[in-house]
């Protein structure tokens, strides 16, 4: 009974984590509308990283600003910092469809490095029910694998690099978690990741050539605000609450259900239909999501 408490517990807060993301990428969609991605970038890791301070603070988290932390935080370059910067690039040069589909490829990957680094095999079941998944995504998102036009070797590269560095940083995270305080790897990584931004914010500034007035937008800086505060607050300390429970390779496949949410948040707020293969993959997705769980065996891990 106790097991299988702290099972449908690691679903739940799987669940959560990427009905964060899922909303929060709308959250970002919008908010693209009205400014630029760093600049964006910048108030939504701001306000994430304030919210998590605050968190840690008023909460009386302990935590030590020693060699340690900084070691936990630089893998907060990896993403928000690394990954976003050269997903903003990439996306410029590269086609939707193709953006959607090596996005959808993130749970594989998070798989593979948990293998190579943290020892994880896989079972055949989840391989196979992660690539039901995968193509649930991909329908889910209305991926055309014979769309060519406006894709780029480089910017397909910058994808797959982003992805790369998102997933290595979930992995590598996942096996801190066990022993950390998830608040904490949150906010010493979201840190590192704002830094990160402001270091090369001048850049866009300068190419851009916005005068200053163009910035103080309140739609685009309140749809920013809500990205970084459902996006990066919420999701990622939902996630790993839920890693805490089993393992990242286990985890993975949960990503799935991020476009699910999307565009259900989508038709609810922005007003989009959603056509008859979107909701056969969002079947699929919910098909596998729920396979994964009644075959998960979530870890016993020390007392939070």
């Known amino acids: 009974m106790a097991q299988q408490s702290s099972r449908w517990e690691f679903v739940a807060w799987m669940v959560l ?7 929060g990428t709308v959250a970002v969609k919008r908010g693209l509308s009205d400014l630029q991605p760093l600049t964006l970038g910048i108030i939504a890791l701001g306000t994430s990283t304030i919210l998590l301070w605050a968190i840690v603070l008023i909460q009386h988290i302990p935590m030590r ?24 690039f990439g996306v410029r040069l590269t086609s939707a469809s193709l953006v959607s589909l090596i996005q959808a490829t993130e749970p594989v990957a998070i798989i593979g490095l948990a293998w190579l680094i943290l020892r994880q095999r ?9 690539a039901l998944a995968i193509v649930g995504v991909c329908l889910v998102a209305g991926v055309d694998l014979s769309a060519s036009e406006g894709n780029s070797l480089i910017g397909t590269g910058l994808i797959f690099a982003a992805t790369l560095c998102s997933a290595l940083q979930i992995v590598l995270s996942g096996r801190m978690v066990i022993t950390l305080d998830p608040r904490v790897l949150v906010t010493l990584q979201q840190t590192a990741g704002f830094v990160w931004l402001l270091a090369i914010w001048p850049i866009e500034m300068l190419q851009a050539q916005e005068s200053s007035a163009s910035l103080i937008n309140l739609s685009g800086w309140a749809w920013a605000a809500i990205h970084g505060i459902s996006f990066w607050a919420l999701g990622y300390l939902f996630y790993f609450r839920g890693v805490r429970k089993a393992s990242p390779s286990l985890a993975a496949p949960f990503l799935s259900l991020i476009p699910v949410f999307g565009i259900s948040t989508a038709f609810v707020l922005l007003g989009e239909r959603l056509q008859v293969t979107q909701w056969i993959g969002a079947i699929l997705i919910l098909v596998a999501m729920t396979s994964i769980a009644r075959l998960s065996r979530p870890e016993t891990h020390p007392a939070e």
């Open 65 to 88: 600003l020693n060699a340690g932390a900084l070691r936990i935080g630089l893998i907060g370059l990896l993403s928000p910092g690394i990954s976003f910067t050269l997903g903003v």
């Open 122 to 130: 896989p079972s055949r079941s989840l391989v196979v029910l992660s």
């Open 17 to 23: 984590a990427a009905a964060s993301w899922g909303f």
